[in-house]
């Protein structure tokens, strides 16, 4: 999830397995759900994960209930686009919060700033933690402390069709020029379009931002970034992809519209993360699924780059169930466990003896996916980060629509940026 605010949905359908039929927020015993050393009562998870994975993580939940009979996991599948507001409304109207949620990489800070988040340190829901990869510790601290466990790490990474490419008789672009200049080729000789470009969503800019050489902020210095000539080549980009009809794009539904485009062999390339793999073969076009080939993001004009997502769990500060809390992070954040979610998923792990597994090691997706994790660009955690990405999306919407020009739309983003971050320059 997915990382970025990927795959905003219309609706706040609201899935929920009810492994135990209790109310939410816990309500364990007295003393916090640990009596007599063994832990009881109720934890209720929240998982945002998508329709591909979300089998797996219930099952994982039902893992924890055998290891701990006394406990009982509710479980709820939250759609991705509707999970940070439904948490922000119950955890600030004090009703309805989960005991632990799947927090996406950008959510950790702003939620800790709130008070909704319990810190972990010295808890026994961080455990092992010098096992850990150093850059998917960097989105679970706040003010010097942690407030959550990482569990899986992405970036994202140029999906393309074998097939469409080889009838094309085209390489796989490293640039987007060589994309843009592959594309009448792709049409002539195979009727795809060459790429699905997601204009709907922020998190899908920063590849055009950072191929630039640019940045959204720098953190450290407080300075805005994304008004500089970096951002404006940046929206000129997207703008010209989908102008010379070398891409196609939506306003809405990218990431439902992007996937379908890609499975029906409608598009040869799309950029996206490990969490659409399994969604991607499922489709006509990669029945052979020796047909969905990987690369990296293609770069601008000056370098090469793609965020790095991920997915973590926090405990909710007003659980009523700590300790069960703690302990099924703990289980999640597993080694064990995350092994199983690669084996199953080709989700990428946040503890590096997990990497060492043979099944893991030969994961034909690790292979490419992890050298890019660990050169993807580390975003701002910072409590504003998230809210970072809505004045992108309103500015790429305005340019791909005509509505502005990539001049104004930078200067614009960097307008709304210092009102929001009022120590930047």
Not at 234 to 257: P, R
Not at 274 to 281: K, L, M, Q, S, Y
Request: a positive charge; aromatic letters at 8%.
């Amino acid at each position: 999830m997915r990382r970025g605010i990927r795959g905003v949905t219309a609706t706040a359908l609201v899935a929920g397995l009810a492994l135990a039929a209790t109310a939410c927020g816990g309500g364990g015993s007295g003393d916090g759900g640990n009596s007599g050393g063994e832990l009881s009562g109720t934890v209720t998870f929240w998982d945002t994960s998508n329709d591909a994975e979300k089998a797996t993580y219930r099952k994982l939940a039902e893992g924890f209930q055998k290891q701990h009979p006394k406990v009982r996991v509710k479980y709820v599948n939250v759609p991705f686009g509707d999970a940070n507001a439904k948490f922000k409304n119950a955890a600030g109207g004090n009703s309805g919060a989960p005991d632990v949620m799947r927090t996406e990489v950008a959510w950790v800070a702003d939620f800790a700033n709130l008070g909704y988040l319990a810190p972990l340190d010295g808890t026994p829901a961080l455990d092992t933690t010098d096992d850990y990869l150093p850059q998917a510790v960097g989105s679970t601290k706040f003010k010097g402390k942690t407030y959550a466990a990482p569990q899986v790490i992405d970036t994202l990474g140029l999906f393309y069709n074998k097939k469409l490419l080889k009838d094309a008789g085209v390489e796989v672009p490293k640039t987007f020029d060589e994309l843009a200049k592959a594309a009448k080729k792709i049409k002539a000789k195979t009727g795809a379009t060459a790429l699905y470009l997601r204009g709907d969503d922020p998190y899908w800019f920063l590849p055009y931002l950072y191929g630039e050489g640019g940045d959204m902020v720098n953190a450290r210095d407080k300075v805005v970034e994304i008004d500089d000539g970096a951002g404006v080549k940046a929206f000129k980009t997207i703008k010209d992809l989908v102008d010379s009809k070398a891409a196609v794009t939506d306003a809405t539904d990218g990431q439902e519209n992007q996937l379908k485009a890609l499975k029906d062999g409608d598009v040869a390339m799309a950029v996206d993360g490990p969490w659409d793999i399994e969604g991607a073969r499922a489709g006509k076009a990669f029945q052979d699924k020796k047909n969905l080939g990987v690369a990296p993001v293609p770069g601008g004009s000056s370098a090469q780059g793609s965020p790095q997502g991920g997915w973590n769990l926090s405990v909710y500060a007003g659980s009523k169930n700590l300790q069960a809390s703690y302990a099924f992070v703990k289980y999640m954040s597993s080694a064990k466990v995350q092994q199983e979610t690669n084996e199953k998923l080709s989700l990428l792990p946040t503890r590096k003896s997990v990497y060492d597994v043979p099944a893991v090691k030969n994961n034909e997706m690790v292979k490419f996916f992890k050298p890019a994790v660990d050169g993807a660009v580390q975003r701002p955690w910072i409590a504003e980060g998230n809210s970072l990405f809505e004045p992108i999306k309103v500015q790429m919407n305005k340019v791909l629509t005509g509505a502005a020009t990539p001049e104004q739309a930078a200067k614009a983003t960097g307008n709304a940026y210092r009102k929001l971050l009022k120590d930047y320059k």
